[in-house]
T-cell receptor, first 111, second 113 residues
Framework: DARVTQTPRHKVTEMGQEVTMRCQPI?????VFWYRQTMMQGLELLAY????????DSGMPKDRFSAEMPDATLATLKIQPSEPRDSAVYFC?????????FGNGTRLTVT | QKEVEQNSGPLSVPEGAIASLNCTYS??????FFWYRQYSGKSPELIMS????GDKEDGRFTAQLNKASQYVSLLIRDSQPSDSATYLC?????????????FGAGTTVTVRA
């Protein structure tokens, strides 16, 4: 059963450190999304790619966040420098059209 | 006005009852509609999609779409404790060379045994 793979599952880091999250989308899916979820804000769209091209990253704080898709099998989300308010669960999702398959998420804690 | 709105809940129903979840959207041009289920501590999973007006049934789940009124609903018949989760409504709206996928904030459902 094909699935979206995210690493790491958990990350605890200190404020100011760089954090890199990785996502392997399902083979053949041409759209990749990065979402952040907190209890207060729900699912927030950070960025998405179609055919590896970034289409919308308006939800992402540009000064510290960056998202890339160096090839069709890898999407990355980086935070540099990280801050305590970045603590959340970060989901990657891939799909064809609107039906998305979500990864298990990376639970990030910044102290 | 939010693009997709849902009753935040929590919605508490007794086991065996029907749970009814509602979702409204703001863009009349929206074309595709989805329901995702998210268990606590887990990732969202797609349970229903609907594209045309009317009802779509899948097991105990029925999605209903009314584009004129701009709402989509999800009915869960014979609710089970395993249905306790947060249900997210998602809507696709086509743009000139792309589409936009918007999620509601979710409705939390608790099924009482």
């Amino acid at each position: 059963d094909a699935r979206v793979t995210q690493t790491p599952r958990h990350k605890v880091t200190e404020m100011g450190q760089e954090v890199t999250m990785r996502c392997q989308p399902i083979l053949g899916h041409n759209t990749v999304f990065w979402y952040r979820q907190t209890m207060m804000q729900g699912l927030e769209l950070l960025a998405y790619f179609r055919n590896r091209a970034p289409l919308d990253d308006s939800g992402m704080p540009k000064d510290r966040f960056s998202a890339e898709m160096p090839d069709a099998t890898l999407a990355t989300l980086k935070i540099q420098p990280s801050e305590p308010r970045d603590s959340a669960v970060y989901f990657c999702a891939s799909g064809l059209g609107g039906a998305l398959h979500f990864g298990n998420g990376t639970r990030l804690t910044v102290t | 006005q939010k693009e997709v709105e849902q009753n935040s809940g929590p919605l508490s129903v007794p086991e065996g009852a029907i749970a009814s979840l509602n979702c409204t959207y703001s863009d009349r041009g929206s074309q595709s509609f989805f329901w995702y289920r998210q268990y606590s501590g887990k990732s969202p999973e797609l349970i229903m999609s609907i594209y045309s007006n009317g009802d779509k049934e899948d097991g105990r789940f029925t999605a209903q779409l009314n584009k004129a009124s701009q709402y989509v609903s999800l009915l869960i018949r014979d609710s089970q404790p395993s249905d306790s989760a947060t249900y997210l409504c998602a809507v696709i709206t086509l743009r000139s060379n792309d589409y936009k996928l918007s999620f509601g904030a979710g409705t939390t459902v608790t099924v009482r045994a």
